[in-house]
């Protein structure tokens, strides 16, 4: 890393464990996605120009989880609130922490699920993981690599660095995830998804995506979009892939239910469907919010509602006046009541300034103003994991905003304890 970095200008952190490969092996996820950004860190620093250098972090949509109606508008600032289970999401918000913590100069941009060929020939039980009516704004990876060219160019603004930005194709990628489902089976000369799944295979919670309130604002910097709406995007995808993928056409659709797609939901151990027959509670708790929640989803389409969630705004309150030019330590500290904790500084001049924060929890701990207030981080010992979030929302008004409208006041941490102690080791 070290002669990688030396003499650079900039530093585009893209690569890292992505899943589904890292919900299997999330040792070498921890490994690959956070010690890569402390060898980064250690890279930069030891120049002579650290402040010169210019570090590009790619994050992730995952950091801020599940987003399901009625909070589907998301943006950057919100709180990091990661998918019980996804140990992906959990290693890139501890190395988003080690970038903005750690160089003078920095860019986190994060990165929702990118629409690229590869996308079409996926098979794996991860795809029930995802709730029917959730949504995402999705990404192309010609967008996505548009971005990290324009990021170098010499006609970006000193102001656009040291802040965080969303990542997304705009208005017309933002789908449910029934609509993506459409397009992508379409794509590939498959039946719709009435014909092949049975909508109780999927889960209802505890998966990540959102539609970016503010991802027009990097492209209104980087003008890196493509003039293509979603629908000719995926026939583009389609006309890319080998022939073989279209003989699904000739299929008939009760053989691709199940001979393909019923076995794949009964994976053993991350099958859906195998998550029920061995009532396995704490999966049922964190993806249905419990046994009896999943047996009230219809095994028939028709009876069955599929949601398009509004189009209209609405914005988390981040805890202070975000239209205020300067911020004083009067905002600073009521931002952190509004988190259920104190700011113990005494003074603030800018959002890099390392101030001393307590949570309700008792922890005291050393953060910039800007990982606080403009990437929605908060106490360690509390986020990303253990996932205690019943327990945070009960003292955390922010955190509490994207809990409560998904989970009910009453349920207990019971779930993730069981891969957690494995976690901390």
Request: proline share 5%; net charge neutral.
């Amino acid at each position: 890393m070290l002669r990688g970095i030396t003499g650079a200008d900039f530093v585009l952190h893209v690569g890292g464990m992505v899943s589904p490969k890292a919900d299997y092996k999330p040792k070498t996820t921890a490994r690959v996605n956070i010690t890569a950004a402390q060898n980064i860190v250690k890279a930069v620093n030891a120049q002579p120009n650290p402040e010169k250098i210019a570090v590009v972090y790619i994050g992730s949509v995952a950091q801020t989880s599940d987003r399901n109606a009625p909070i589907h508008w998301g943006r950057t600032g919100d709180p990091i609130c990661i998918s019980v289970y996804d140990h992906y999401a959990i290693t890139k918000t501890i190395a988003e922490r080690v970038i903005v913590e750690g160089v003078p100069k920095w860019v986190s941009l994060r990165q929702s699920g990118i629409l690229y060929g590869g996308i079409l020939k996926n098979y794996d039980p991860i795809m029930f993981h995802v709730p029917i009516n959730g949504v995402l704004e999705w990404a192309t990876v010609e967008d996505s690599g548009r971005v990290l060219a324009n990021v170098c160019q010499e006609w970006v603004p000193d102001s656009f660095w040291n802040e965080f930005y969303n990542i997304g194709s705009g208005d017309s990628f933002r789908l449910t995830n029934y609509e993506f489902e459409c397009l992508l089976l379409k794509a590939i000369s498959c039946p719709k998804p009435e014909k092949i799944f049975s909508p109780n295979w999927f889960v209802t919670r505890n998966f990540h995506g959102q539609w970016y309130a503010d991802s027009d604002k990097l492209n209104d910097i980087l003008k890196f979009r493509e003039n293509i709406t979603c629908e000719e995007y995926f026939k583009r995808l389609g006309k890319g892939v080998p022939w073989f993928y279209h003989l699904s056409a000739i299929c008939p659709p009760f053989i691709l239910k199940h001979l393909a797609m019923k076995p794949l939901a009964n994976s053993k151990n991350i099958g859906t469907m195998w998550w029920i027959k061995n009532n396995e509670q704490q999966r049922i708790n964190a993806f249905w919010g419990g046994y009896d929640n999943w047996a009230k989803i219809p095994s028939k389409w028709s009876d069955f509602e599929v949601i398009r969630p509004t189009k209209e705004v609405n914005y988390l309150d981040h805890g202070y006046d975000e239209q205020k030019n300067e911020l004083t330590i009067n905002d600073i500290r009521g931002a952190a009541r509004f988190r259920g904790g104190e700011c113990l500084s005494e003074n603030y001049s800018a959002m890099s300034d390392k101030l001393k924060w307590r949570c309700n929890c008792g922890e005291e701990f050393e953060a910039s103003a800007a990982l606080i207030l403009k990437g929605g981080h908060w106490c360690e010992k509390c986020l990303p994991a253990p996932w205690n979030y019943n327990e945070i929302a009960k003292h955390n008004p922010f955190f509490a905003q994207v809990w409560y409208p998904l989970h009910e006041r009453t349920e207990t941490d019971s779930y993730g304890a069981d891969i957690y102690e494995n976690w901390e080791k």
